[in-house]
């Protein structure tokens, strides 16, 4: 009598399912608005985008790009080496009555910094109608002349940051220019498939790049720059002396060196110094060429310096 039947205890069970499924019911149908104002929401999104990507490209194709005052007129380049202008336009490859707002400048400044000649590009729109590109050119400061593995010795230059450059072809490059690059200091002991010693390399630029800022006429002129001596740097002048630096301070020990020959001027000495060792520093060993006594010129001659490499700044329109 207070027992419970298997007839309430199914009627139980059924009525628990019952009730669990009308309430996943109701929570699925109050799921479902979220997900739909999210999906309505996405598509009128695309829409949008897609309809402002269609109309700038209509815009562009259709309006702007026939406008007459958005047309190159001219092509400004300026340099500061020895690239021509017309070469430098050649590689830009821009012609003249494209629409200025077609040019992708990144591109353009990327295709011409690829030239091993140029170290950096600059491309700026000047409205209306005008391109300007602003060249920085490699400079180089000392040349190389490695063995190649068949033996064959080549030449090369590198500017003050170590970048390889070929020499200028005479017949397409100013006489001037090339009579430049042929007169630069040769770097002795230079190994381009050795990593080791780019370390060495870099203080040899660094030393000629101190060096060229030296006041002109105070000093020899270079011939070579030996860093085959670890720590130390063997510089052979055009008087065939031969100085050794220390692979440091380079502004102090080429101060040294000029107070030494000033000193040999003022007292008009008539010796000349076979080979000075500044790594020293207190009491440089010197050593002096062996030779009959010259009368020393009561004016001593101007010296003729070598041409360097000089950047000569030019600006064409076309």
């Known amino acids: 009598m207070f027992g ?19 309430l ?12 739909r104002r999210w999906i309505i929401r996405s598509l009128v999104t695309l829409v949008l985008v ?22 190159i007129r001219e092509v400004i380049v300026e ?46 729109v000047e409205f209306p109608g005008s391109l300007l590109i602003r060249i920085r050119e490699r400079l180089p400061i000392v040349a190389v002349e490695p063995l ?19 020499p200028l072809e005479p017949s397409s490059a100013p006489a001037e220019a090339v009579a430049a690059e042929s007169a630069l200091p040769i770097l002795v002991g230079y190994h381009a498939q050795r990593p080791t010693a780019q370390a060495d390399t870099l203080r040899a630029l660094e030393f000629i790049k101190t060096y060229e800022s ?28 031969e100085v050794t630096f220390a692979a440091r301070d380079y502004g102090t020990q080429l101060q040294r060196w000029s107070d030494i020959l000033r000193q040999l001027q003022d007292l008009k000495e008539s010796r000349t110094i076979q080979s000075l060792d500044l790594s020293v520093s207190q009491n440089s060993p010197i050593r002096w060429n062996d030779g009959p006594p010259v009368t020393p010129p009561t004016e001593a001659p101007e010296r003729i310096s070598r041409p360097k490499p000089k950047r000569i700044p030019r600006r064409s329109h076309a």
């Not at 419970?4 to 205890?9: A, K, L």
């Not at 336009?89 to 000649?117: C, F, K, T, W």
């Not at 033996?151 to 500017?159: F, H, K, S, V």
């Open 214 to 241: 030296a006041a002109p006429g105070s000093l020899p002129d270079i011939r070579s720059v030996s860093i085959s001596e670890p720590g130390v740097l063997v510089v052979t002048t055009d008087a065939s002396g």
């Open 4 to 22: 419970r039947t298997n007839e309430n205890r199914r009627r139980t069970k059924g009525g628990s399912t019952t009730l669990q499924a009308k």
């Open 79 to 124: 340099v500061d080496g020895v690239l021509s202008p017309d070469e430098v336009r050649r590689l830009a490859g821009v012609r003249l009555g494209r629409n200025i707002l077609s040019v992708d400048l990144p591109q353009l400044r990327d295709r011409l910094q690829h030239h091993p000649r140029i170290a950096s590009a600059r491309i700026m």
């Open 24 to 35: 996943s019911a109701e929570t699925s149908e109050s799921a479902h608005p979220w997900i």
């Open 148 to 166: 190649s593995q068949n033996g064959l010795q080549a030449r090369y230059l590198l500017d003050e940051n170590g970048h390889l450059l070929l």
């Open 50 to 71: 897609a309809s402002v990507a269609v109309g700038g490209w209509w815009l562009r194709e259709n309006w702007i790009s026939r406008i007459p005052a958005l047309a």
